[in-house]
């Protein structure tokens, strides 16, 4: 073992703002230090080099799923691996990803779909990979106040005269054919072309057969809104209840806290949440370049072992620590939402109508049920969504989809942090999948709001089944 120490002193981490410095060792040691027993596992057990990149900026947008990437930082996480952590939030996602492309930021918090639809070149080219998913579930379809008072008397009631959940789109409807035979435009926002938002939305609009149009790049349409029956457009996730309450849209799809903001302002009613559009379905991920994996292998270790750690405390003893995530994330410098806005939802419970709270224990779920592992299903399913809409413009045979998923999720850099964490002892064998194995695949899933089973060994027959969207060898007109 190195008897090579190291003094970390960086006065922007908040534990470090209390103590003037702190040392960390070769090897897992715990020192005291004004009077508290700090433990620090510092190199692994595992024979990781030290890191080529030391200093690193990563980029976010303000939404409660960066969680990993704040208490990464807040706890000393990453410190311990000895990185030296900025985090940034981004105006947007473009300038987020366009970040990490050009190297200004070393890694960030992305929609699932940005490293895929970059890698495949739809909107820019760059091969971005994931060796880290960030969480399940998070999101929720808002409507505005004028909007639900048109949908309830299509939505049924339970026996106290609260709606039956979930709100299926089929209730949305007699309101857009309304707008429609009227000769109005029914809008809806998400928050970007590649976003699990506008999946989401799109699946659960189709599900309750609402065509929300179609992608045609090979004739210069990127706007989504071909043959559209609900015109959905970008607006940045902070700014979604303001566009709204403007009447710029009558909806949209967004992550938190932006759906429980409306509620708290009054202005909206979030009708489902995305954990009833699909179960426990994968959210956003961690980017980092091709490049940057293969010049600081190191370093993609362990950050990754810093984010597992995060990810795993904000899951610990049935989410004990959500109400300590929730005060960090209040801080301006990460959401800056408040408080009870943030603690609405991180904290199990979701605010559909004002005083109708639900309990939601896994709308947010950042370790549980493998959350972490960036399996390739996950990264297909993404795939089919875009090749439904049209994103991807014609047929691509099974095998595509699966070396593009292999190609930008990467399992294998996932299980090098994992084992590193169990051989320090920070983590069991059994938090993870067999990591041995690595077959990449979840199993069938059913889960789904339409009830169409999703196989992602399967992916043309998957976009098959479904009543509308494109088929696999069809093309927008």
């Not at 003037?20 to 692994?44: C, D, H, K, P, R």
Request: glycine share 8%; charged share 20%.
């Amino acid at each position: 073992m190195s008897s090579k120490a190291k003094i970390l002193i960086s006065p922007t981490l908040s534990h470090c703002r209390k103590m003037a410095s702190s040392i960390v060792f070769t090897g897992a040691i715990a020192i005291a230090f004004a009077g508290s027993l700090l433990s620090f596992t510092a190199w692994s057990a595992s024979d990781i080099g030290e890191p080529e990149k030391e200093d690193l900026k990563f980029g976010f947008i303000k939404l409660t799923d960066m969680a990993p990437l704040a208490i990464a930082y807040e706890k000393g996480y990453f410190e311990d691996e000895g990185l030296y952590v900025t985090l940034e939030a981004q105006a947007n996602w473009k300038v987020l990803l366009d970040g990490v492309i050009d190297g200004q930021l070393d890694g960030a918090h992305m929609l699932a779909g940005q490293p895929l639809a970059a890698t495949i070149g739809f909107g820019t080219k760059a091969h971005i990979i994931t060796p880290f998913s960030m969480d399940l579930n998070g999101n929720a379809i808002t409507v505005s106040n004028s909007i639900w008072e048109q949908m309830k008397p299509y939505v049924p009631l339970q026996a106290d005269g609260k709606p039956v959940h979930p709100i299926k789109a089929d209730y949305l409807k007699p309101v857009v054919d309304k707008y429609r035979d009227e000769g109005k435009p029914f809008k809806m926002g998400m928050v970007f072309p590649v976003s699990t938002h506008n999946y989401e939305l799109r699946y659960w609009l189709a599900a309750g057969g609402i065509n929300p149009g179609y992608y045609a790049p090979s004739r210069g349409d990127i706007s989504g809104q071909l043959n559209a029956e609900v015109l959905l457009s970008v607006t940045p996730p902070p700014q979604m209840p303001a566009t709204m309450e403007a009447g710029t849209i009558f909806g949209y799809c967004v992550g938190e806290p932006w759906n429980q903001q409306a509620v708290f302002k009054g202005i909206g009613v979030p009708v489902i949440t995305d954990y009833e559009i699909w179960k426990d379905n994968p959210e956003k991920v961690f980017g980092i370049t091709k490049e940057f994996a293969e010049k600081y292998p190191n370093t993609t270790t362990r950050m990754v072992k810093a984010l597992i750690r995060a990810a795993a405390w904000l899951d610990a003893n049935d989410n004990a620590n959500r109400p300590e995530a929730v005060k960090i994330l209040s801080q301006s410098n990460y959401v800056g939402a408040d408080y009870e806005v943030i603690a609405n939802s991180m904290t199990g419970t979701f605010e559909y109508e004002k005083g109708d709270k639900r309990a939601v224990p896994d709308f947010n779920v950042f370790f549980r049920y493998n959350a972490t592992y960036p399996y390739y299903s996950d990264a297909i399913w993404y795939l089919t969504q875009m090749r439904r809409w049209g994103q991807i413009d014609e047929f691509k045979p099974d095998s595509w989809y699966i070396d593009v998923a292999k190609s930008v999720y990467r399992p294998d850099l996932y299980s090098t942090a994992a084992k590193a964490l169990i051989a320090d002892g920070a983590l069991k064998a059994s938090d993870f999948p067999d990591l041995d194995k690595e077959s990449g695949f979840r199993p069938p899933q059913d889960t789904f709001i339409d009830n169409i089973a999703y196989d992602g060994s399967k992916p043309n027959a998957y976009i098959d089944m479904f009543p509308i969207g494109l088929k696999a060898k069809e093309a927008a007109n």
